[in-house]
């Protein structure tokens, strides 16, 4: 007998066995009625891979890295003209076939994590079996055709951290957002400077005018003070100053007229 072991526990390994048995005998059979309802998959099924081809830039890295050698692409090269004028040409590559043989395939899901452009995506898919096995090499158009069975995206979890991609480009729309507000700080600071000079050329002005008015009306006042001080003067000045007559030629002193009879 191994030590530390009683003998009360040898079947309670053996007790749980038949537990189990147990309750699996009891319970009754469940039979997938397929194909009349369709079974149902976990979401991350391995069906099929679908091709979304507008994102495709013929790289050929899912068929340099495919352990079987089962993609097949083709493409050529066409010249873009230049975008704007002056500009260079440019030379992009086409895609004229991408086609997978299943029979070859063996499900790594290799091609769609190594695809740096998210051309490639799995599909539940599983209904394409053929009977012969040359058909079961598809084409674009079939790898197309199974491209809208691919389900969305699990949500991710509220915990988890965002994606370099995402916080890349959540950084440069917070810096561009940030750019925006501060210009838009910065012309209404100059709206408000231009409304406050224009409040200080509008004070400036109605204090000139004020100033003017008032010295307008001082010398209003200097005037009417002045005509009514030689207003009052002027009879003063007749008073004071006795009549003066006029010259008489006719008449001569007493004196002159001795002297000149003697």
């Given at each position: 007998m191994a030590a530390g072991k009683t003998p009360g526990r040898l079947g309670s390994g053996l007790a749980k066995g038949l537990a189990v048995t147990l309750r699996t005998m009891t319970k009754r059979s469940v039979t997938e009625q397929y194909p009349d309802v369709q079974p149902d998959l976990a979401p991350r099924t391995r069906g099929v891979i679908g091709l979304f081809e507008e994102n495709c830039t013929v790289c050929m890295l899912c068929a340099r890295e495919c352990?079987?050698?089962c993609i097949y692409i083709d493409s050529h090269?066409?010249?873009?003209?230049p975008a704007a004028p002056g500009g260079r040409e440019r030379s992009r590559n086409v895609l004229d076939r991408f086609?997978?043989?299943?029979?070859?395939?063996?499900?790594?899901?290799?091609?769609?994590?190594?695809?740096?452009f998210d051309a490639l995506f799995w599909s539940p898919e599983f209904e394409y079996a053929e009977t012969d096995i040359h058909e079961l090499t598809h084409e674009r158009d079939k790898l197309r055709e199974w491209m809208w069975t691919v389900p969305e995206p699990p949500a991710l979890d509220p915990a988890a951290e965002d994606p370099k991609e995402i916080a890349a480009a959540r950084k440069a729309a917070d810096k561009l957002a940030a750019q925006e507000r501060a210009e838009a700080e910065a012309v209404q600071e100059r709206e408000r400077e231009r409304e406050r000079e224009r409040e200080r050329a509008e004070a400036e002005q109605a204090a000139r005018a004020v100033e003017a008015a008032q010295a307008?009306?001082?010398?209003?006042?200097?005037?009417?003070?002045?005509?009514?001080?030689?207003?009052t003067d002027a009879p003063q000045a007749d008073q004071a100053t006795p009549p003066i007559a006029p010259p008489d030629h006719h008449h001569r002193p007493p004196e002159q007229k001795e002297e000149g009879e003697a």
């Open positions: 352990p079987d050698w090269k066409e010249t873009v003209p086609a997978i043989d299943f029979s070859l395939c063996m499900y790594c899901g290799i091609c769609v994590e190594v695809c740096p307008e009306q001082e010398a209003k006042e200097a005037r009417a003070a002045e005509e009514e001080q030689a207003t």
